[in-house]
C-alpha cells in the first residue's frame, strides 16, 4: 500500500487558509488521494479526492503536484468548526477499496 | 441519502455477553467495511464485504463475527469480548470503486466491562 506521511498537528487561524500537506511518494499511477476529516468522536467526513488534476469543491481544494508525490489539502477560511483530525489516504485498486487510515494531522484553528 | 446509520450508538457489555451492531445504508453501495478506532488512533479496517461476501478479514478475532444479510445491511455479532475491545466501531460503505467516496457512520461505541 501506498503510504502517506503528515504532519502529526498544525494551527491556524480562524479566517485563514489552512493549507495541509501530504506525502506520499510510493503513490501509483491509477491510486487516488482521498482527505477525510474526523471531529472528535464522530464518523470520519469525506472532503475530496483527486488523481492528478487539481480539485475544488464548496469545502476544500486539492493540489497534487505534478509527479504525484505530495498533495495539499486547502481549506480557504478556516472555521472553528473546522478543528479536526485530517487524513490523508491513498487509495488502492482492489482490496474492496477498502480505505486504510493513516496517522492523520491534527488541525486546531484558534479565535 | 447519503446516510450510514448505525445503531446503537452506545453499548455496554459484559465479557460474557453476545451483542449485535447493525449498519444500514439505502445508497445502493455494494462494498461495506468495518473499522475499529481507540482512544487517540486512527480507524483501522477489519472486514470487508463486496457484493455481500466477505472479502477481506484483517486477522479479526473469531469474537467477532460480521454478517452482510442483504445489500443494505451490515451486522457485527460480538461474543466473549474482552474490555481492550472497548472502542468506537464504525461502519462505512461504497460503490467499490477508486473514484467514488466511501461514507462513513456515526459509530457505535462500545464498552465492554
Known amino acids: 500500500d501506498a503510504k502517506t506521511t503528515q504532519p502529526t498537528s498544525m494551527d491556524c487561524a480562524e479566517g485563514r487558509a489552512a493549507n495541509l500537506p501530504c506525502n506520499h511518494s510510493t503513490i501509483s499511477g491509477n491510486e487516488y488521494v482521498y482527505w477525510y476529516r474526523q471531529i472528535h468522536s464522530q464518523g470520519p467526513q469525506y472532503i475530496i479526492h483527486?488523481?492528478?488534476n487539481n480539485e475544488t469543491n464548496e469545502m476544500a481544494s486539492l493540489i497534487i503536484t505534478e509527479d504525484r508525490k505530495s498533495s495539499t489539502l486547502i481549506l480557504p477560511h478556516a472555521t472553528l468548526r473546522d478543528t479536526a483530525v485530517y487524513y490523508c489516504?491513498?487509495?488502492?485498486?482492489?482490496?474492496?477499496?477498502?480505505?486504510?487510515f493513516g496517522k492523520g494531522t491534527s488541525l486546531l484553528v484558534t479565535p | 441519502d447519503t446516510e450510514v446509520t448505525q445503531t446503537p450508538k452506545h453499548l455496554v457489555m459484559g465479557m460474557t455477553n453476545k451483542k449485535s451492531l447493525k449498519c444500514e445504508q439505502h445508497m445502493g453501495h455494494r462494498a461495506m467495511y468495518w473499522y475499529k478506532q481507540k482512544a487517540k488512533k486512527p480507524p483501522e479496517l477489519m472486514f470487508v464485504y463486496s457484493y455481500e461476501k466477505l472479502s477481506i478479514n484483517e486477522s479479526v478475532p473469531s469474537r467477532f463475527s460480521p454478517e452482510c444479510p442483504n445489500s443494505s445491511l451490515l451486522n457485527l455479532h460480538l461474543h466473549a469480548l474482552q474490555p481492550e475491545d472497548s472502542a468506537l466501531y464504525l461502519c462505512a460503505s461504497s460503490q467499490g470503486s477508486m473514484n467514488t467516496e466511501a461514507f462513513f457512520g456515526q459509530g457505535t461505541r462500545l464498552t465492554v466491562v
Open positions: 483527486g488523481l492528478k
Open positions: 489516504i491513498v487509495r488502492v485498486d482492489g482490496s474492496g477499496y477498502a480505505l486504510n
